[in-house]
């Protein structure tokens, strides 16, 4: 490889070395990726295959939490991985993570469902989902920190976006192996065994990786710094007991990382989501949906990234946040007018009340899934929220029964905790569509992009991948930026995979227990809304502008 000094001077084009660095680490990081995402697509499945003892409502919820399970730990991994990746090295670090990450994965298609050996098939799913974020939260800041390390000045935004590529092609991959896997197969299969097959094919690429990271040598800045004696024997202690870095660590996780967080898992997780399980639109097409938009949005990660070595980190990771902030209620009703627009009819057209005493009515606020609602205003609105039906709750009086009207009229009402056919009878009358309406969408195979409400659909959520791709492109370069090479690992890794682990990671399960409480499709969007409005203040006050900054200081 190019040595630290013969980087510094060096001006053109990226060297064959530069893109085997970029290459080797954006490969490996693709693969980490694609391994975490293979859980969150096929939640709903894994969900009935490990949580099938609950109702479908608290196994989707702890299919999604099992999900979160593995960004909760993600700061803890970035604590070991990054204090080891500050006082061994950069390399070998993230070849550590790689194995943990794969061998977790090609587990989890292996593992026994529920109905097999009982209790101990989602205790041992999370503890997978556990060991991938511990290595996930030590893999970006290696990958990131490496390829910045190697970049010429000038052109770390640039050089570093093709890592920041990474998750969205992680995802990418994923998808398009479960959309292969599901057409050969056919979907009873594949929700039966099928699904294993994604997880179990991954041990290839994990072979792929670790042999293209075993050829990489060590990062010249890292080299450098160690052949002086200026490393750190205590990065923990000066990354976060020293209050002057530990300011730089929460202002870019409040100023920064926090907004691209919440802004990200909207633009991605999110959206599908609110289309497979708010919308009803069929998994098949949701994926393919999803993969257009990313395989159109990509490229604009390095766009920004290349964008903000000219102008500045700062403007565009707060303008993204800013618009989508601004943006999300328009977008998300749009894609709802061309994804389902007989629920969108509903919604305007049907006033549906559930009429209670107010102290016989709870709270439905419940993220964890832990909560059982027995009341019958709770579980009356609970499965209205379940059924995508908007709903109001007026006061009944005291000690009354619950009553539900569907435009004035009352409804039989019985326990409505698993199904209710006369309230599903009533507002399915009234014109809430059924399971499988012609008018949802729907993808006959994965080009049929030229319906028009179709191409509408995809051109909203690839607005949405454009501001994923404004807030996340240029943000490696930033983290690696704010800190000195002694602790950089260790001090970038920490906000980054709490902005992302927690901030975005419990924002499906958080926003979807929002619409539950609210009765409100759309509610769960002010949880990203208000996160990002908080990113943009705090940043255009505290967060400084790196892209001139020396990285070579220790």
Known sequence: ?????????????MTKDERFVIVASSLGTVFEWYDFYLYGSLAAIIGAQFFSAYPPATRDIFALLAFAAGFLVRP???IVFGRIGDIVGRKYTFLVTILIMGLSTFIVGLLPNAATIGIAAPIILICLRLLQGLALGGEYGGAATYVAEHAPPGKRGYYTSFIQTTATLGLFLSLIVILVTRTVLGEPEFAAWGWRIPFLVSVALLGVSVWIRLRLNESPVFQKMKEEGKSSKAPLTEAFANWGNAKIVLIALFGGVMGQGVVWYTGQFYALFFLQ????VDGYTSNLLIAWSLLLGTFFFIFFGWLSDKIGRKPIILTGCAIAALSFFPIFKAITTNANPALERAIETVKVEVVSDPALCGDLFNP???RVFTAPCDTARAYLSQSSVKYSTAKG????GVKVLVNGAEVPYVDAKTSNPAVLAAIQAAGYPKAGNAEIIKMA?????????????I????????????????IAAMLVELFPTRIRYTSMSLPYHIGNGWFGGLLPATAFAIVASTGDIYAGLWYPII???ITVVIGLIFLPETKNVDISRN
């Open 277 to 280: 399980s708010i919308l009803k």
């Open 445 to 457: 195979h994965p080009f049929d992009v030229f319906q028009p409400r179709i191409a509408a659909t």
């Open 76 to 78: 803890f991994g970035a």
């Open 531 to 533: 996160f990002a409005s």
């Open 397 to 400: 009086p005291a000690g009354s």
């Open 368 to 370: 964890v899934g832990t």
């Open 1 to 13: 490889m190019s040595s630290y000094a013969a980087t510094q001077r060096r001006s053109g084009g």
């Open 459 to 474: 051109g909203l959520l690839f607005v949405l991948v454009l501001f994923v791709t404004m807030v996340y492109g240029p």
